[in-house]
T-cell receptor, first 116, second 114 residues
């Protein structure tokens, strides 16, 4: 079974630009979560999508947004990039357990964003 | 508010020695608890999880963890460390109704001496 796939793996942007990151979950997983990882703040939850609906949201500004498609693939977008947005963005999918999402996450390798 | 504390930022152990990584959590109800491992440049891999039942849980790669409600702890252990265990380890807490929203600790970096 293929794992969680994130594209692109690396990208460089300049301040003020926007970026879109893509995530394909494990087949059969309907929940996709996004995390930001930085040396200073660690792993922080951005948002979670389930069946094309945002189910949970972290404490990030509105510049960070996401969506999920009918095939469970997800994208996240960051607009008006700031230097502080440089981070590893991790996507994770989660299997349902008896119809309940357990929080057990399967992570992709991440998209490393550098903002100059 | 939920929180996770990993008191040790960096630990060095000799190959073959035992290992214990500490994790303390703060959560109002019975939490779902996880340990993840991250190798450099990689995503996170689930080592083990606790939802309910037996408080000693076994995971992959020979790791185990014990849930102690009275101490709000979920420490990770391994009886004999291998050089390939060098990585960063994250403890995380979640709730059944929060889905994929986990609160992670700051991580403990493990170095293994030959």
């Amino acid at each position: 079974k293929a794992g969680v796939t994130q594209t692109p793996r690396y990208l460089i942007k300049t301040r003020g630009q926007q970026v879109t990151l893509s995530c394909s979950p494990i087949s059969g997983h309907r929940s996709v979560s996004w995390y930001q990882q930085t040396p200073g703040q660690g792993l922080q939850f951005l948002f979670e999508y389930f069946s094309e609906t945002q189910r949970n949201k972290g404490n990030f500004p509105g510049r960070f947004s996401g969506r999920q498609f009918s095939n469970s693939r997800s994208e996240m977008n960051v607009s008006t990039l700031e230097l502080g947005d440089s981070a590893l963005y991790l996507c994770a999918s989660s299997p349902p357990l008896g119809g309940v999402n357990t929080g057990e996450l399967f992570f992709g390798e991440g998209s490393r964003l550098t903002v100059l | 508010a939920q929180s996770v504390t990993q008191p040790d930022i960096h630990i060095t152990v000799s190959e073959g020695a035992s290992l214990e990584l500490r994790c303390n959590y703060s959560y109002g109800a019975t939490p779902y608890l996880f340990w993840y491992v991250q190798s450099p440049g990689q995503g996170l891999q689930l080592l083990l999880k606790y939802f309910s039942g037996d408080t000693l849980v076994q995971g992959i790669k020979g790791f185990e963890a014990e849930f102690k409600r009275s101490q709000s702890s979920f420490n990770l252990r391994k009886p004999s460390v291998h050089w390939s265990d060098a990585a960063e380890y994250f403890c995380a807490v979640g709730a059944g109704n929060q889905g994929g929203k986990l609160i992670f600790g700051q991580g403990t970096e493990l170095s293994v001496k030959p």
